[in-house]
């Protein structure tokens, strides 16, 4: 099964399903590092809803409950709305305000890299800087976005509060 990048009638094809689609941002989603996915949307949303559905699997909402104590519920979004108010209801990497609904929780140091779930290591960000930053620390994050000419606002990020553990 081959894959079909930039023909010439700009389409390409699912690397998981095979079908063939627009070659957009629409169709495939971005990776963090600006390029397109391999796999359209839909695959993607599958192999999402079948990983969340594992009976294994440990949810993110019970780990965080647990290690950052009784002041939260059970749930992420009362620890979102209460970064995002310390924050002053703005994206802590681009001090841009964004409503809740276009925050999601970050870890400035990745579990991946040894980053931890206490509240002094999480930040509220726009939904699509999450998806750009990925597992990179703070200062990776700013040096990537220097490196692709993108405006880089780690100045302004610093001056936003950080909650505490």
Same mark, same amino acid.
């Given at each position: 099964?081959?894959? /079909?990048?930039?023909?010439?009638? %700009? +389409? !390409?094809?699912? $690397? ?5 689609? #627009? ?39 019970? /780990?965080?409950?647990?290690?950052? %104590? +009784? !002041?939260?519920? $059970? ?5 979102? #709305? ?50 750009? $930053? ?32």
């Amino acid at each position: 099964m081959s894959i /079909i990048f930039g023909s010439s009638d %700009g +389409e !390409k094809k699912c $690397k998981k399903c095979g079908e063939t689609f #627009k070659n957009s941002r629409e169709n495939f989603g971005s990776t963090p590092s600006g390029g397109l996915r391999n796999d359209c949307r839909k695959c993607v949303a599958l192999k999402s809803k079948e990983y969340n559905s594992h009976p294994n699997r440990i949810k993110n909402t019970h /780990i965080r409950s647990t290690t950052l %104590g +009784e !002041k939260f519920s $059970k749930t992420d979004s009362s620890i979102k #709305k209460y970064i995002w108010n310390i924050q002053g209801k703005r994206c802590a990497y681009t001090g841009v305000s964004i409503s809740l609904q276009e925050a999601v929780v970050d870890h400035r140091i990745s579990l991946a890299k040894g980053g931890l779930d206490q509240m002094s290591n999480l930040a509220v960000c726009h939904r699509q800087v999450n998806a750009e $930053k990925h597992a990179k620390t703070d200062a990776e994050y700013f040096d990537w976005r220097r490196k692709k000419n993108l405006p880089c606002t780690e100045e302004i990020a610093k001056k936003i509060p950080r909650p505490r553990d």
